[in-house]
């Protein structure tokens, strides 16, 4: 035959009370956990989709920067802004000063 070994069973109220208490914050927790962590899940897609969409907008930005920047770089460009400005691209420098710093005409 086996020797069975009894558990020892709390003999106060007080005891009894902590260990309800305890099991009663367990089962609670263990049902909670889920969702907490369904609910951070989903914020974090939030954010994720809003951090998405600003790094759409700013690529956007860049790229609508660089077709400024090859735009504003072509020979044609520069010969048109040459002659509004009235530099000639092909064109001889004037003089606009005369050597020894004189002004005289």
Do not use: W
């Not at 035959?1 to 003999?11: G, R, W």
């Not at 064109?91 to 020894?100: F, M, T």
């Amino acid at each position: 035959m086996s020797v069975s070994e009894k558990i020892p069973l709390p003999k106060t109220n007080k005891a009894i009370v902590v260990i309800v208490s305890l099991a009663v914050v367990a089962v609670v927790s263990g049902l909670m956990t889920p969702l907490y962590l369904q609910n951070r899940i989903n914020s974090l897609y939030s954010k994720y989709r809003k951090l998405t969409e600003e790094v759409v907008f700013l690529e956007s930005d860049v790229m609508r920067l660089e077709l400024k920047i090859n735009q504003l770089s072509t020979l044609e460009h520069l010969r048109g802004y040459a002659e509004q400005t009235g530099l000639g691209l092909n064109a001889l420098p004037v003089k606009i000063k005369g050597e020894g710093g004189s002004y005289e005409q």
